[in-house]
C-alpha cells in the first residue's frame, strides 16, 4: 500500500429527477490517496461538498464489496470504469493519475430510468425474474436433497451463471440496451440443474417477452456486456437463452 | 412478565409437539389477513415468500433498490446442516450441542435444537429452488469444515454462499409477487412501528425516492431488519444496515436483549485511512494455511519478507500449540488487539499482524495455494495493491455480526404482540458467540420453517387487528417521524452527518469493542449523550426532505445508533463477566481467556426502554442448560 | 408466468426475431456460396462460365423456386433485421458523453445495417446489370486478341468490369458482403444456441476468414477483368 495522492477533475452528471433535463457539473478533487477506492473517493468529495452546505453526489452502494449490485456507473465510457471484472466499489484510485479528467455518467437506458445524479432505476430486472427466473417449488415441497444428483460439471456451469449480481452494467454498455446477458444467466442457471427442467420452456418464453415489454433492446452480438461485466459471465448464455427459446417453440404447449 | 413459552417435552421432540399444539388458520381465512415484512435478507425474503405461499397478504419492504441486494448477499463461507453426508458423526444433536457450547452458554436450549433440526431441512428446499451449491464428482453435494468445526458439516457456493441462497429466497418472493400476493415496496425505510392497544399494527416509512411518508398497517408485522454492526461505522456489514426499524419498535415498547454480544472477526483487511468507508473480511478459511505473526522486535519496520524466522513471533500457534492458528473468532482477535496494542503492529498504522503464506505455498506450490485462495488473493490485491502470494497479508479484526437483537419467545414473538422478529434482528440463537457459517442458517429456519407456523399461531388468536392507516395512532406516528426528518434538516449545523458516525464509532470500537472494562465503558457512557447533545446541535444535513436525499437517511440512522450505543454500553458494563464475544478484562482467567459467571449472568438480559437518556429497566431471562452442560472453553 | 402466451406472441419476440434473421442469413450464405464458386467458372473460360448459367436457366420452373426462395429469405431478413435495428436504436434516448472501445466488438458488428443497405443497392443493381441484362447484342462482344466476339454472359460481365468505375462499385459492394459476413458468420451460432463453450473467439476468427475469402473471391474478377484490359492488355 505504497499511499500516494493524485489531483483529478471530475466530471459528473447531475440530474433532480427522473424528468428533469440534466448536465455535468465539475469538481476538482485535489489530494486524493490512490489506496482509495472509487466509492471513498465520491464520499470525500460529497464531504467537502456537506461542507459547503451543497447537495452531494446521488450514488447507489451497499455492501462495497463487490456483490450487491447496487453500485455502478459510466466512468470515462467504460461500465464499472476501467478495471476489467470489478464493480465500481472494488475500483481503487491507483488506476487513475495526476491531471486526469473522470466523466462519470449513470448507467443509461430507457428500462433504467434516472432516480437522481447517478442512482437508477432497476426494477426492470427484478419484474424479469418476476416472469419466470426462477423453480416454482414451495416452502416444505423440496425432496431430500441427495435424491437428485447434479454433475459436478452442470454445478459448475450454473453457478458461473449465478455470480450474476443483477448490476446493469451489461444494460449499460450494450449499444442496443439490451437485458440479453442478465435475463440470460439466469435461463442458463436454471436449466443446467435438474430442478429447473420441468419449467424451462415457459421459464425462457415469458422472461424474453417481459424483457422485451421492459423496453430493452435485443442482443446484436457486441459482446460489449461480457467485456464490462463485472462478475465476467459469458456469452455462452445468451446461445444457451437462444437454444432453450428454439427449443420452447419446438416443444408444443409446455 | 419474561414467557419465553418454550413448549413442554423432551427436547427433541418440543417442536413437533409445538406444531401440533399450535392453533391453525382456515385455508380462506388466511386470505384475510395481511402481513408486513420488513426487510428482504434471508430471513425476510424467505418468511415473505413462504406466507405468501400459503395464501397470506405480504407487504414486503426494504431499503435497497431490490430485494436481491440484501446485506445477506455478501455471506461467504456457507451455511450449516446437519446432514451428516460427510459419515464423520455430525448429527441434529451434534450441531445443537456445539452451537450452545459455541455461544458461550448464553442461548436458549429450545430454540438451539429446533434451529440443528430444521438446518436439513433448508438444504433440501435451497437445492430444490436451484441453489448451485458445490458438489462432487458424483453429483453429491460437498461439504467443509468451517470455523474450527471438528465435522465438516458446511454447504457452500464458490465463495458466495450467502448470494446464491439469498438469490434462491428472492427467487420465491418474485414467484410470490407475480401471483400478485405479495406487493413489493424497495427503496422504503421504516420509521417507526404503529402499536394499538398493545399489538403491533403497522409501519411509517419513508419512500426513499418521493421522500414522502407512507403508513402501512396490517394483522402482523415480521421485522427481519438484519444486525447493528454499523454502529461502529466501520464493519463488515454493507453501509445501509442499520438499527433504525428494531431501534424504533424498541422505543414504541418491544425489549432489546444482550445488545452487548458482538462478534469481531479476525480476518480483515486492515484500515487504511480516515476516509475508509468499509472493511472487507477476508474469509476465515485462510487461516487454514496462512500464518498469523508479528515481529518480536517492537516497531520492527523491516519488509516482512527481511524478518528472519528466530525473530517472528507465531504467536497463536505459541500460546495455543493444539488449535493454533485456527483458534475461535474472539480469541484469535484479542490476540491480534493485544499484540499491536502493546507495539509490535505492523503496516504504516501499526494496527495490522501478518497472516503469512510463505510457508504454504513453499509446502504445497503456488498453485494449489492459488487454487485454494484464488480468489481471495484477487480481492485482496485489488484492494491493497499488494501480492500476498509474494508478501504476507495484513489482517485485523473487525466488527461482523451482531449476536444481540430484539427478545423474542419460542414463536419469534417479541414481547409487543403482533411483531416478530427473525434473523440477525432477533437476539438470537447463537448466544454470545456465533459459530461460522450459522447465521445464514438461522435466518432461513426463521423465515421459511418457523414464522410460518408460529404465525398462525397468533394470528388465528388475535384475530384481525382491525387496523386503518386513517386511524390517529397511525397519524401520529405519521407525524412524529416526519417531524423528526424537519428537524434533522433544521439543525443546520457544521458538522456532517458522516462526521458524527465516524466519531461515535470511535468511540465504541475503542470502548466496547473487541476487549472491554469498566472505566471504559463508563466513559463511552458520559460521553455518548454529549455526542448526541452534540449531534443535535450542530449536524448538517443538507437537501430536502421530499426528494431523494441520501444524507438525510443517514442522518436518521446515526441519530438512532446514537441512542442505541448507550443501550449496549450500558449492557456490557452491567455485564461483569466475560462470555463469548463479549470480554471484560476484569473476568478473565489467569491465562487470560475469556470466564463466564454463571452464577450471576446466566440469562439474557432484556431492557426496557424508558425515555432517551432514561436509564432502562432490566429485565431477565433465565436460561437452564438442561442438555449442554455448563463448562469453560479451553482451547489450549 | 403466463403460459397462455400463444403462438404468435411467442414468435415476435426479439429473440424469435434474430432467429429469424439468423435462419434467413444463413440460408443468404448458402446462396453467397454457391453464388461465388459459380462465378469462379469465369477463370475456366466464357464456355463453362455460360455453360453453368445455361444449366441454371434449364432449371425451369425450379429456378423460379429457388428465386422465390432466395427472395422470401431476403424479405425476411432485411425486413426484419431492419426492424430489430431500428427498435435497438430508440432503447437508450439519451446518449453517453463519453465512449470507450470496450471488449471485442468489431467494426463489422457496428456496421450491419449499412453494410446491408448498400448490399441491397447493389443487389438490385445487380439483377439490372446481369440477370436481366440482354445475354446477347452489342454489350455481349468482347474484342478479343485478334478481334471481336459475342460472349453471352461472359461478355456481358467482362464489358461490364472492363468499366473502371463499375468495377469499383462492385468491389466496394463485395467488400461490403465480405464485412456483413465476417460478423455474421460468428453470431449467427451464437443466435441459434449451437455455440459450444467458448468456442465464440474461434467463430471469431472463422467468420472472419470467410468474410475476407468471399470478399477477395468475388473481387477477384473485376481486377482480373481489369488487369487483363488495361495491364497485360487485351481482351480475354
Ligand atoms: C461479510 C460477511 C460475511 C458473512 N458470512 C457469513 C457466512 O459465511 N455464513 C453465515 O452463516 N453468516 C455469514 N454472515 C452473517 C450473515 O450474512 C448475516 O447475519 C445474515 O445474512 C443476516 O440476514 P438477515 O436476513 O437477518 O438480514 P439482512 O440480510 O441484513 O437484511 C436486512 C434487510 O432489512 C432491510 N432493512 C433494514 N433496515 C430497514 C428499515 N429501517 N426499513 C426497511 N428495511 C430495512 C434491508 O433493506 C434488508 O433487506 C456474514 C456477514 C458478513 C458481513
Ligand atoms: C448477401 C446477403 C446477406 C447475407 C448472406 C446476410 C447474412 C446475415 C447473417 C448470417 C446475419 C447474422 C444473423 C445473426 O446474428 O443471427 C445477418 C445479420 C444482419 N443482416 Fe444480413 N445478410 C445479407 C444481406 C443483408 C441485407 C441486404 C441487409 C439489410 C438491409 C442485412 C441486414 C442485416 C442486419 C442489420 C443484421 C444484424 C441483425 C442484428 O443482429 O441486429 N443483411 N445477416
Ligand atoms: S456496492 Fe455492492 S457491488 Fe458495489
Known amino acids: 500500500m505504497a499511499e500516494k495522492t493524485i489531483d483529478l477533475t471530475l466530471k459528473v452528471w447531475r440530474q433532480e429527477s427522473p424528468d428533469v433535463e440534466g448536465h455535468f457539473d465539475t469538481f476538482p478533487a485535489k489530494g486524493i490517496s490512490t489506496d482509495m477506492s472509487f466509492l471513498e473517493m465520491l464520499d470525500v468529495i460529497n464531504n467537502q461538498l456537506e461542507k459547503e452546505g451543497k447537495e452531494p453526489i446521488a450514488f447507489d452502494h451497499d455492501c462495497r464489496e463487490g456483490i450487491c449490485g447496487m453500485c455502478g456507473s459510466v466512468v470515462n465510457g467504460h461500465a464499472h470504469g476501467p478495471q476489467e471484472a470489478t464493480t465500481l466499489c472494488q475500483l481503487h484510485m491507483r488506476k487513475f493519475h495526476t491531471g486526469q479528467t473522470i466523466v462519470i455518467e449513470p448507467f443509461r437506458a430507457d428500462a433504467f430510468p434516472i432516480v437522481k445524479d447517478l442512482v437508477i432505476d432497476r426494477g426492470a430486472f427484478d419484474r424479469i425474474i418476476q416472469a419466470g427466473g426462477h423453480i416454482t417449488v414451495r416452502t416444505g415441497q423440496a425432496p431430500e436433497a441427495h435424491s437428485v444428483p447434479v454433475p459436478k460439471k452442470k454445478a459448475d456451469t450454473a453457478m458461473d451463471s449465478a455470480a450474476c449480481i443483477g448490476c446493469g452494467a451489461c444494460v449499460a454498455a450494450c449499444p442496443n440496451a439490451s437485458a440479453s446477458l442478465f435475463t440470460a444467466a439466469k435461463i442458463s442457471q436454471l436449466c443446467h440443474l435438474p430442478q429447473g427442467h420441468p419449467e424451462r420452456n415457459r421459464r425462457v418464453i415469458a422472461m424474453v417477452q417481459q424483457m422485451d415489454k421492459e423496453g430493452f433492446g435485443s442482443c446484436s452480438k457486441r459482446y460489449e456486456c461480457e467485456a464490462v461485466c463485472p462478475k465476467e459471465i459469458k456469452v455462452e448464455n445468451i446461445t444457451t437463452m437462444n437454444r432453450e427459446y428454439l427449443r420452447a417453440l419446438a416443444s408444443s404447449g409446455e | ?636 | 408466468m403466463s403460459d397462455t402466451a400463444s403462438f404468435s406472441s411467442r414468435v415476435s419476440t426479439s429473440v424469435a426475431r434474430e432467429l429469424v434473421v439468423a435462419v434467413t442469413g444463413l440460408g443468404l450464405i448458402v446462396f453467397i456460396l454457391g453464388h461465388l464458386v459459380g462465378n469462379m467458372l469465369i477463370f475456366a473460360g466464357p464456355e463453362a462460365l455460360n455453360g453453368y448459367a445455361e444449366k441454371l436457366a434449364s432449371l425451369g420452373e425450379l429456378l423460379w423456386v429457388l428465386r422465390l426462395g432466395l427472395i422470401t429469405f431476403a424479405v425476411l431478413h432485411i425486413g426484419l433485421a431492419a426492424h430489430l435495428t431500428w427498435a435497438n436504436w430508440s432503447k437508450r434516448t439519451s446518449r453517453y458523453a463519453v465512449t470507450a472501445a470496450v471488449g471485442r466488438k468489431s467494426v463489422a458488428s457496428q456496421l450491419m445495417i449499412y453494410s446491408g443497405i448498400i448490399i441491397l443497392c447493389f443487389f438490385f443493381f445487380h439483377l439490372w446489370d446481369f440477370t436481366f441484362g440482354t445475354k446477347t447484342g452489342p454489350g455481349t462482344v468482347v474484342p478479343l486478341m485478334g478481334g471481336q466476339e459475342e460472349l453471352g454472359l461472359f461478355g456481358l460481365v467482362w464489358n461490364s468490369f472492363a468499366n473502371p468505375l463499375r468495377a469499383a462499385c462492385y468491389i466496394v459492394a463485395v467488400c461490403c458482403v465480405g464485412l456483413h459476413l465476417s460478423h455474421a458468420i460468428a453470431s449467427v451460432w451464437v443466435t441459434l444456441g449451437v455455440l459450444t463453450h467458448r468456442a465464440t473467439d474461434k467463430a471469431d476468427a472463422v467468420a472472419w476468414t470467410i468474410g475476407v475469402v468471399v470478399a477477395l473471391g468475388f473481387a477477384s474478377i473485376p481486377i482480373y477483368v481489369l488487369v487483363r484490359t488495361y495491364i497485360i492488355g487485351q481482351g480475354a
Open chain 2, 1 to 636: 412478565m419474561l414467557d419465553a413459552k418454550i413448549p413442554n417435552g423432551p427436547i427433541a421432540e418440543k417442536w413437533t409437539r409445538h406444531k401440533f399444539d399450535m392453533k391453525l388458520v382456515n385455508p380462506a381465512n388466511k386470505r384475510k389477513f395481511n402481513i408486513i415484512v420488513v426487510g428482504t435478507g434471508l430471513a425476510g425474503a424467505s418468511a415473505a415468500a413462504s406466507l405468501s405461499e400459503m395464501g397470506y397478504h405480504v407487504q414486503s419492504f426494504c431499503i435497497q433498490d431490490s430485494p436481491r441486494r440484501a446485506h445477506s448477499i455478501a455471506a461467504q463461507g456457507g451455511i450449516n446442516a446437519a446432514k451428516n453426508y460427510t459419515n464423520d458423526g455430525d448429527s441434529v444433536y451434534r450441531l445443537f450441542y456445539d452451537t450452545v457450547k459455541g455461544g458461550d452458554f448464553r442461548a436458549r436450549e429450545a430454540n438451539v435444537y429446533r434451529l440443528a433440526e430444521l438446518s436439513v431441512n433448508i438444504i433440501d428446499q435451497c437445492v430444490a429452488q436451484g441453489v448451485p451449491f458445490a458438489r462432487e464428482y458424483g453429483g453429491y453435494l460437498a461439504n467443509r469444515s468451517f470455523g474450527g468445526a471438528q465435522v465438516s458439516r458446511t454447504f457452500y457456493a464458490r465463495g458466495q454462499t450467502g448470494q446464491q441462497l439469498l438469490l434462491g429466497a428472492y427467487g420465491a418472493l418474485m414467484k410470490e409477487v407475480a401471483t400478485g400476493n405479495v406487493t413489493l415496496f424497495p427503496r422504503r425505510e421504516m420509521l417507526d412501528l404503529v402499536v394499538v392497544d398493545n399489538r403491533a399494527v403497522g409501519i411509517v416509512c419513508r419512500n426513499l425516492i418521493s421522500g414522502k411518508m407512507e403508513t402501512h398497517a396490517a394483522d402482523a408485522v415480521v421485522l427481519a431488519t438484519g444486525g447493528y454492526g454499523n454502529v461502529y461505522d466501520l464493519s463488515t456489514n454493507a453501509r445501509n444496515s442499520n438499527v433504525t426499524a428494531a431501534w424504533r419498535a424498541h422505543r414504541r415498547g418491544a425489549w432489546f436483549a444482550n445488545p452487548c454480544f458482538t462478534q469481531i472477526h479476525p480476518t480483515c483487511i486492515p484500515v487504511h485511512g480516515d476516509y475508509q468507508s468499509k472493511l472487507t473480511l477476508m474469509s476465515e478459511s485462510l487461516r487454514n494455511d496462512g500464518r498469523v505473526w508479528v515481529p518480536r522486535k517492537k516497531g520492527d519496520k523491516r519488509p516482512p519478507n527481511e524478518i528472519p524466522e528466530d525473530e517472528r513471533n507465531y504467536y497463536l500457534e505459541e500460546k495455543y500449540p493444539s488449535f493454533g492458528n485456527l483458534v475461535p473468532r474472539d480469541v484469535a482477535s484479542r490476540n491480534a488487539k493485544e499484540w499491536c496494542d502493546k507495539g509490535y503492529g505492523v503496516g504504516q498504522t501499526g494496527v495490522a499482524v501478518y497472516l503469512d503464506f510463505r510457508d504454504a505455498i513453499q509446502r504445497d506450490g503456488e498453485e494449489v495455494v492459488r487454487a485454494k485462495y484464488g480468489n481471495l488473493f484477487d480481492m485482496y490485491e485489488r484492494i491493497t495493491d499488494e501480492n500476498p502470494y509474494e508478501v504476507p497479508m495484513m489482517i485485523y479484526p473487525a466488527v461482523h455480526y451482531t449476536m444481540g437483537g430484539l427478545w423474542v419467545d419460542y414463536n419469534l414473538m417479541s414481547n409487543l404482540p403482533g411483531l416478530h422478529v427473525l434473523g440477525e434482528a432477533n437476539f438470537s440463537d447463537h448466544g454470545a458467540n456465533r459459530l461460522g457459517a450459522s447465521a445464514l442458517m438461522q435466518g432461513l429456519a426463521d423465515g421459511y420453517f418457523i414464522i410460518p407456523y408460529t404465525i398462525g399461531d397468533f394470528l388465528a388468536q388475535a384475530g384481525p387487528s382491525g387496523a386503518d392507516p386513517d386511524n390517529s395512532a397511525f397519524k401520529a406516528a405519521e407525524q412524529e417521524a416526519a417531524a423528526r426528518i424537519t428537524r434533522l434538516l433544521n439543525v443546520k449545523g457544521k458538522r456532517t452527518v458522516a462526521e458524527f458516525h465516524r466519531e461515535l464509532g470511535l468511540t465504541m470500537w475503542e470502548h466496547c469493542g473487541m476487549a472491554r472494562n469498566e472505566a471504559g465503558l463508563k466513559e463511552a457512557l458520559a460521553k455518548i449523550p454529549q455526542l448526541r447533545e452534540a449531534f443535535w446541535e450542530d449536524v448538517n444535513v443538507v437537501g430536502s426532505e421530499g426528494s431523494f436525499n441520501q444524507v438525510l437517511e443517514r442522518a436518521g440512522r446515526v441519530a438512532d445508533f446514537l441512542e442505541f450505543a448507550e443501550l449496549e454500553c450500558l449492557d456490557a458494563l452491567e455485564r461483569a463477566e466475560s462470555c463469548g464475544g463479549h470480554f471484560r478484562e476484569e473476568s478473565q482467567t489467569e491465562e487470560g481467556e475469556a470466564k463466564r459467571d454463571d452464577d450471576n449472568f446466566c440469562h439474557g438480559a432484556v431492557w426496557e426502554f424508558k425515555g432517551v437518556g432514561e436509564k432502562p429497566v432490566l429485565h431477565k431471562e433465565a436460561f437452564a442448560f438442561e442438555h449442554v452442560h455448563l463448562t469453560q472453553r479451553s482451547y489450549k
